[in-house]
């Protein structure tokens, strides 16, 4: 099985959303036939609606920085799914993604064969299975997952993890997770074990607050609630700088430089230092060495199309902003943290995303409105039906509609200033192919 025929293998098996299926008994099937790989590492699980991702790329970095082997897994990918399965930052070589999906498949095929599986797992659970045999194979000193979908029945919570992490709860994916924040946040929970220090942004809505408090009572445990550091802006790209207090020892009175950008970084930037620092120690690491890693880990992460500033004339800032919270945080970040300069949007959305709400917020900021679709996604809501949506906020003169993510890019980029910005928004798809437009060398 070469790459290409891994990819089209995955993909076969359907998109990751439509043909979920939450539960363990697949994975932990799948992972027994593969030898039990996820229990050849310590790992730090990752739950959350807004920040999991970035807490991720902040935890991964502090690691690395340590001088530990440090896997990273995430979800979903933007250009390629070898980025879901990294290594001190690299991610998997297309050869070795292929041979190691080969292994998960012939163990799939195995399992169906003796009447072990009802039916072929999913994108997912394939991927996870795939992910902890790497990482097992390359000794990974440890191993940072986050979760795919809610928490007590995503695939990844097979994990008995060193620490559980929850970042802030919103309401996205009720149709799965049930239709009340109190219910969401039940099933964020379920990563929660007994025995396993669990630590909690605390800028969570009060309805999951108490969801928190109560489930980990119940395993016995005393969260620990993490506020966010102080930090203000520090450049007109709207990086941060940050003060470090009496929590971090080591770093008490200091300040540092965050790679990722808007506010709520701040927030995601302690939870990660907290939860470094506390799993650091457990390893035997000097205090000195300890603040030193959280430092530089937090000023060298990298998390891809995340309010991610690309320099040019104008330049472009990329953010998949898929919900009404991502959207409002966006939203605060252009209104607070960049200089008011001309602002040309790009959008696009999946039909199962409010589309209303993730544009609306960017109606008083951005001049200009450019709508597409994504290429190959059947799920794609049609420029056209964005359109109607859009004039509820925006003139008519100020919004068009582009065949393709191309030309809704180069589009935007000769209406927009040299001093102004496009903004690339809404589907994480969508900020994947304009990645790859970007990256990609002129003809």
Known sequence: MNFDASVSYLYGLGNE??????????IAALLEALGCPERAFPSLHVAGTNGKGSTCAFLASI??????????????????????IRINGESIAESDFAQVVAQVYEAVERLLRAGRLSARPTFFEHLTAAAFTRFAAQKADVVIAEVGLGG????????????????????????????????????????????????????????????????????????????????????????????????????????????????????????????????????????????????????????????????????????????????LALARFLETDCDRRPVTAVFAAMRDKPAVNLMSPLAPIADRLVLTEVAGQAR???????????????????????????????????????????????????IGEVLSLISSPAP
């Open 17 to 26: 959303v439509a043909t979920m299926k939450l539960g363990l008994d697949a």
């Open 63 to 84: 690691l690395q920085q340590a001088g530990l082997r440090v896997g990273l897994y995430t979800s979903p990918h933007l250009i390629s799914p070898v980025e879901r």
């Open 152 to 327: 007590r029945l995503d695939a990844t919570n097979i994990l008995v993890p060193a620490a559980s992490i929850i970042t802030a709860i919103g309401e996205d994916h009720r149709e799965w997770l049930g239709p009340t924040l109190a219910h969401i946040a039940r099933e964020k929970a379920g990563i929660v074990k007994p025995g396993v220090p669990v630590y909690i942004a605390d800028a969570q809505p009060e309805e999951a607050r108490r969801v928190f408090e109560r489930v980990a009572a119940e395993k016995g445990l005393s969260p620990v609630w993490v506020a966010s550091l102080a930090a203000a802006r520090c450049d007109a790209t709207g990086a941060l700088r940050v003060s470090f207090d009496e929590r971090l020892p080591s770093l008490r009175g200091a300040q540092g430089r965050l790679a990722l950008r808007g506010a709520h970084q701040a927030h995601n930037a302690a939870l990660a230092a907290l939860v470094a620092q506390d799993y650091l120690r457990g390893r035997g690491f000097d205090e000195p060495g300890i603040g030193q890693a959280i430092r530089l880990g937090l000023e060298k992460a990298v998390w891809p199309g995340r309010l991610q500033w690309v320099n040019g004339a104008p330049p472009v800032l990329l953010d998949g902003a898929h919900n009404p919270q991502g959207a």
């Open 380 to 430: 794609a809501t049609p420029s056209n039906q964005l359109e109607v949506m859009a004039l509820g906020y925006w003139r008519p003169s100020s919004v068009m509609q582009a065949p393709d993510a191309a030309t809704a890019l180069d589009w935007a980029r000769r209406m927009t200033p040299p001093e102004g910005l496009v903004v690339v928004f809404g589907s994480i798809y969508l």
